[in-house]
């Protein structure tokens, strides 16, 4: 997600790659993000925080504890930190920070790889207006960016976050269902991906509710109503539900 961040930014202009900064523990990956991105790299916490005024921390939940307790000596209060770890509440990064540190929580996904992410962000009462409309630039620069209360972002985190895996999950389903039809693979995977994309494009142009979308392209005694039914009978609609349910309460236990 870190690197997905990364080069959003960088297609997007936001910033130019010698005024961007990563911290990397390992050698061969450092080495490999300057070259591949031109953008400086350090293994110093302590190099960062004097090179930076704004903190993106691109880590796993899992490791967030030590890598604050890293960061606690050289982060002040002239840093904004945001953070795009899930399920990590805005109260535990105080905690691992200590003082009154201006910390913008945000939940992105994948897709602002391709300046087509969608996320969510949360600021806590430190942060100030500039704080957060800077944070909105650099997630609008990669995609669709929203203010939430903060305990609506577990459920973002369900829904959005993990969503591209929801769909490329269901694309490839798509794909094998061409190939039984008898399509060959690669005819069936070019078909789903401008399928998809093509659906997705309509409903966000036309602004229209998905179910008067979904209603033109089912005509009465027809194919696509005949396979819809089959999905109801299946229960895909609840599937779905309880899949970003259980995204969302994992992302809770993360927090926790």
Wanted: net charge negative.
């Amino acid at each position: 997600m870190g690197e997905a961040l990364l080069k959003g930014m960088l297609e997007a202009g936001l910033a130019d790659k010698a005024e961007i900064m990563v911290a990397e523990p390992f050698a061969a990956r450092r080495e490999w993000l300057h070259a591949t991105y031109g953008v400086q790299v350090t293994d110093s916490e302590a190099e960062l925080c004097a090179a930076a005024r704004i903190l993106i921390l691109a880590v796993k939940p899992q490791v967030m504890e030590q890598v604050l307790a890293r960061y606690r000596e050289h982060a002040t209060g002239d840093h904004l930190v945001i953070s795009i770890a899930a399920g990590v509440t805005i109260a535990a990064l105080e905690q691992g920070l200590g003082g009154s540190m201006r910390i913008i929580r945000v939940m992105p996904n994948t897709p602002a790889l391709v300046l087509a992410g969608a996320s969510a962000l949360s600021g806590n009462a430190h942060c100030s207006e500039e704080d957060m409309a800077a944070a909105e630039q650099i997630f609008a620069a990669v995609g669709t960016c929203v203010r939430l209360p903060e305990n609506l972002l577990d459920a973002v985190t369900g829904l959005s976050g993990s969503g591209p895996g929801y769909v490329f999950t269901f694309m490839e389903a798509m794909v094998d269902g061409g190939v039984l039809a008898g399509l060959p693979r690669p005819v069936a995977e070019q078909l789903v991906l401008q399928t998809v994309y093509g659906a997705a494009l309509l409903a966000r142009e036309t602004g229209e509710p998905l179910a008067v979308l979904k209603g033109r392209v089912t005509s009465p005694g027809g194919t696509t109503i005949t396979g819809i039914q089959v999905m109801e009978e299946a229960g895909l609609r609840g599937t779905v539900m309880t899949a970003i349910e259980a995204a969302t309460d994992r992302s809770r236990d993360l927090g926790a």
